[in-house]
Protein backbone atom coordinates (compact mmCIF):
# COMPACT_ATOMS: atom_id res chain seq x y z
CA UNK A 1 0.00 0.00 0.00
CA UNK A 2 2.64 2.46 0.94
CA UNK A 3 4.50 1.81 -2.59
CA UNK A 4 1.29 2.51 -4.31
CA UNK A 5 0.67 6.02 -2.33
CA UNK A 6 4.48 6.45 -3.43
CA UNK A 7 3.93 6.19 -6.80
CA UNK A 8 0.51 8.18 -6.62
CA UNK A 9 2.28 11.05 -5.17
CA UNK A 10 5.03 10.45 -8.03
CA UNK A 11 2.31 10.93 -10.68
CA UNK A 12 0.36 13.77 -9.05
CA UNK A 13 3.93 15.76 -8.19
CA UNK A 14 4.74 15.46 -12.23
CA UNK A 15 1.12 16.48 -13.18
CA UNK A 16 1.53 19.58 -10.48
CA UNK A 17 4.66 20.36 -12.26
CA UNK A 18 3.74 19.92 -15.84
CA UNK A 19 0.16 22.40 -14.70
CA UNK A 20 2.54 24.67 -12.86
CA UNK A 21 5.36 25.17 -15.99
CA UNK A 22 2.09 25.09 -18.52
CA UNK A 23 0.63 27.85 -16.21
CA UNK A 24 4.61 29.57 -16.28
CA UNK A 25 5.14 29.65 -19.99
CA UNK A 26 1.21 30.66 -20.67
CA UNK A 27 1.58 33.47 -23.14
CA UNK A 28 -0.75 36.44 -23.79
CA UNK A 29 -3.63 35.69 -25.28
CA UNK A 30 -5.33 38.23 -27.68
CA UNK A 31 -8.94 39.27 -26.99
CA UNK A 32 -9.81 41.86 -29.79
CA UNK A 33 -6.71 43.02 -32.18
CA UNK A 34 -9.81 45.12 -34.06
CA UNK A 35 -8.63 43.61 -37.26
CA UNK A 36 -10.46 42.62 -40.49
CA UNK A 37 -10.73 38.68 -39.24
CA UNK A 38 -11.94 38.56 -35.48
CA UNK A 39 -12.13 34.49 -35.73
CA UNK A 40 -8.09 34.83 -35.28
CA UNK A 41 -9.11 36.57 -31.25
CA UNK A 42 -10.21 35.00 -28.29
CA UNK A 43 -13.31 36.84 -28.02
CA UNK A 44 -14.65 36.26 -31.59
CA UNK A 45 -17.46 38.45 -33.06
CA UNK A 46 -18.23 41.72 -31.74
CA UNK A 47 -22.02 41.22 -31.21
CA UNK A 48 -22.57 44.93 -31.18
CA UNK A 49 -20.58 48.29 -31.21
CA UNK A 50 -22.51 51.42 -30.45
CA UNK A 51 -21.03 54.72 -29.99
CA UNK A 52 -23.41 57.27 -28.70
CA UNK A 53 -23.34 60.95 -28.11
CA UNK A 54 -25.10 61.34 -24.88
CA UNK A 55 -24.48 65.60 -24.59
CA UNK A 56 -23.34 68.01 -27.38
CA UNK A 57 -24.15 71.79 -25.67
CA UNK A 58 -22.22 73.73 -28.56
CA UNK A 59 -23.25 70.96 -31.50
CA UNK A 60 -19.97 69.84 -32.56
CA UNK A 61 -20.30 66.23 -33.21
CA UNK A 62 -18.55 63.78 -33.01
CA UNK A 63 -17.65 59.51 -33.63
CA UNK A 64 -16.91 56.30 -32.09
CA UNK A 65 -15.30 54.01 -35.41
CA UNK A 66 -13.48 50.99 -35.96
CA UNK A 67 -10.93 51.24 -38.36
CA UNK A 68 -10.25 47.60 -39.57
CA UNK A 69 -7.44 48.94 -42.27
CA UNK A 70 -5.46 51.28 -39.98
CA UNK A 71 -1.68 50.32 -39.50
CA UNK A 72 1.04 51.17 -37.47
CA UNK A 73 4.06 49.41 -36.99
CA UNK A 74 2.85 45.52 -37.15
CA UNK A 75 -0.65 46.55 -35.74
CA UNK A 76 -3.37 46.16 -38.43
CA UNK A 77 -6.76 47.68 -37.24
CA UNK A 78 -7.80 50.27 -34.62
CA UNK A 79 -10.66 51.87 -32.39
CA UNK A 80 -11.19 55.63 -32.56
CA UNK A 81 -13.00 58.24 -30.76
CA UNK A 82 -12.86 61.97 -31.26
CA UNK A 83 -15.23 64.01 -30.04
CA UNK A 84 -16.07 67.88 -30.49
CA UNK A 85 -16.39 70.36 -27.80
CA UNK A 86 -18.09 70.26 -24.76
CA UNK A 87 -19.17 66.39 -26.36
CA UNK A 88 -19.72 63.65 -24.07
CA UNK A 89 -19.83 60.22 -25.92
CA UNK A 90 -19.59 56.56 -25.07
CA UNK A 91 -18.69 53.74 -27.12
CA UNK A 92 -19.83 49.85 -25.83
CA UNK A 93 -18.49 46.72 -27.37
CA UNK A 94 -20.39 43.48 -26.45
CA UNK A 95 -18.64 39.71 -27.39
CA UNK A 96 -20.92 36.68 -27.31
CA UNK A 97 -17.66 34.43 -27.80
CA UNK A 98 -19.47 33.10 -30.85
CA UNK A 99 -16.17 30.22 -30.44
CA UNK A 100 -17.50 28.91 -26.83
CA UNK A 101 -16.31 30.00 -23.10
CA UNK A 102 -13.48 31.63 -22.80
CA UNK A 103 -11.12 30.24 -19.93
CA UNK A 104 -9.16 32.77 -18.20
CA UNK A 105 -8.31 31.11 -15.06
CA UNK A 106 -6.84 27.86 -15.79
CA UNK A 107 -4.35 29.91 -18.08
CA UNK A 108 -3.88 32.36 -15.81
CA UNK A 109 -4.06 35.12 -18.13
CA UNK A 110 -5.93 37.62 -15.56
CA UNK A 111 -4.23 40.38 -16.40
CA UNK A 112 -6.77 42.52 -19.12
CA UNK A 113 -3.99 45.08 -20.93
CA UNK A 114 -5.88 47.75 -23.52
CA UNK A 115 -3.15 49.37 -25.83
CA UNK A 116 -3.71 53.30 -26.54
CA UNK A 117 -1.16 55.01 -29.05
CA UNK A 118 -3.35 58.05 -27.79
CA UNK A 119 -5.12 59.24 -25.05
CA UNK A 120 -6.00 63.38 -24.86
CA UNK A 121 -7.52 62.74 -21.43
CA UNK A 122 -8.53 60.86 -18.51
CA UNK A 123 -11.35 58.75 -18.61
CA UNK A 124 -12.83 55.43 -17.08
CA UNK A 125 -13.66 51.83 -18.57
CA UNK A 126 -16.00 49.88 -17.50
CA UNK A 127 -15.98 45.99 -17.89
CA UNK A 128 -18.90 43.39 -17.63
CA UNK A 129 -18.42 39.76 -17.99
CA UNK A 130 -20.91 36.68 -17.34
CA UNK A 131 -19.89 33.09 -16.68
CA UNK A 132 -21.40 30.27 -18.74
CA UNK A 133 -23.02 29.00 -14.76
CA UNK A 134 -24.53 32.21 -14.14
CA UNK A 135 -23.16 35.45 -11.90
CA UNK A 136 -20.85 37.92 -13.56
CA UNK A 137 -17.78 40.40 -12.88
CA UNK A 138 -17.65 44.39 -12.94
CA UNK A 139 -15.81 47.05 -12.69
CA UNK A 140 -16.74 50.46 -13.09
CA UNK A 141 -13.69 52.32 -12.50
CA UNK A 142 -10.49 51.74 -14.56
CA UNK A 143 -8.85 54.67 -15.07
CA UNK A 144 -6.73 55.44 -18.21
CA UNK A 145 -4.41 58.38 -18.35
CA UNK A 146 -4.03 60.61 -20.99
CA UNK A 147 -0.45 59.91 -22.82
CA UNK A 148 0.88 58.05 -26.03
CA UNK A 149 2.06 54.56 -26.72
CA UNK A 150 0.63 53.50 -22.80
CA UNK A 151 -0.73 50.27 -21.88
CA UNK A 152 -3.58 49.83 -19.07
CA UNK A 153 -3.99 47.02 -17.54
CA UNK A 154 -6.37 45.35 -14.78
CA UNK A 155 -6.10 42.36 -13.02
CA UNK A 156 -9.50 40.99 -12.57
CA UNK A 157 -9.11 38.06 -10.00
CA UNK A 158 -8.38 41.25 -7.38
CA UNK A 159 -9.24 44.19 -9.16
CA UNK A 160 -13.11 43.34 -9.89
CA UNK A 161 -16.06 43.20 -8.05
CA UNK A 162 -17.39 39.18 -8.02
CA UNK A 163 -20.71 38.13 -8.17
CA UNK A 164 -20.30 33.85 -8.31
CA UNK A 165 -18.54 34.38 -11.30
CA UNK A 166 -16.22 31.64 -13.00
CA UNK A 167 -13.48 33.18 -14.78
CA UNK A 168 -12.90 29.61 -16.23
CA UNK A 169 -15.78 29.83 -18.36
CA UNK A 170 -16.87 33.47 -19.28
CA UNK A 171 -19.71 33.36 -21.97
CA UNK A 172 -19.73 37.12 -22.69
CA UNK A 173 -17.42 39.85 -22.38
CA UNK A 174 -18.52 43.84 -22.45
CA UNK A 175 -16.38 46.81 -22.62
CA UNK A 176 -18.07 51.05 -22.17
CA UNK A 177 -15.25 53.29 -23.26
CA UNK A 178 -15.97 56.66 -21.41
CA UNK A 179 -18.20 55.22 -18.76
CA UNK A 180 -20.13 57.60 -16.91
CA UNK A 181 -18.29 58.53 -13.29
CA UNK A 182 -19.03 61.27 -10.64
CA UNK A 183 -16.93 64.21 -11.18
CA UNK A 184 -15.44 66.28 -8.36
CA UNK A 185 -18.77 68.11 -7.14
CA UNK A 186 -20.59 64.64 -7.70
CA UNK A 187 -22.57 65.02 -10.86
CA UNK A 188 -22.83 62.11 -13.07
CA UNK A 189 -20.86 63.10 -15.98
CA UNK A 190 -18.82 61.16 -19.22
CA UNK A 191 -14.89 62.86 -20.35
CA UNK A 192 -15.85 65.92 -22.11
CA UNK A 193 -13.91 66.38 -25.75
CA UNK A 194 -12.68 62.53 -25.78
CA UNK A 195 -9.91 61.42 -27.87
CA UNK A 196 -8.49 58.19 -27.85
CA UNK A 197 -6.78 55.71 -30.26
CA UNK A 198 -6.61 52.02 -29.09
CA UNK A 199 -4.91 48.66 -31.08
CA UNK A 200 -5.46 45.88 -28.97
CA UNK A 201 -7.14 44.36 -25.98
CA UNK A 202 -5.27 41.14 -24.62
CA UNK A 203 -4.92 38.83 -21.99
CA UNK A 204 -1.76 38.40 -20.01
CA UNK A 205 -0.25 36.05 -16.80
CA UNK A 206 -1.20 37.04 -13.95
CA UNK A 207 2.01 35.85 -11.74
CA UNK A 208 0.35 36.20 -8.53
CA UNK A 209 -2.78 33.61 -10.13
CA UNK A 210 -0.24 31.09 -11.18
CA UNK A 211 1.68 31.00 -7.75
CA UNK A 212 -1.74 30.55 -5.82
CA UNK A 213 -2.81 27.60 -7.69
CA UNK A 214 1.05 26.20 -7.54
CA UNK A 215 0.63 26.42 -3.20
CA UNK A 216 -3.09 24.89 -3.62
CA UNK A 217 -1.86 22.12 -5.55
CA UNK A 218 0.99 21.46 -2.75
CA UNK A 219 -1.91 22.00 0.13
CA UNK A 220 -3.74 19.38 -1.61
CA UNK A 221 -0.39 17.02 -1.61
CA UNK A 222 0.20 17.85 2.46
CA UNK A 223 -3.35 16.70 2.91
CA UNK A 224 -2.91 13.53 1.14
CA UNK A 225 -0.12 12.48 2.91
Known sequence: MTQTNNKNRIRYLSFLSLTICGLANAGPIVLDDYDSDPNDDALGHRATFNGSILADPFN??????????????????????????????????????????????????????????????????????????????????????????????????????????????VSSFEVIFNNTHRDDVGDFVNTPSLDFMLTELRAVPTPGVMSILGLGGLAILRRKR
Not at 90 to 99: A, D, H, V
Not at 119 to 138: H, P
Open 60 to 169: QGGNALLDTAFVHGDDTGAVFMNSGVGVQQRLSMRYNLNQGPLDLLSSGNTTLEFDFLEVDQDFTIRIVMIGSFGGKAVTSSLLVEAGSNQTTSVDIVNGFDFFSMDLSS
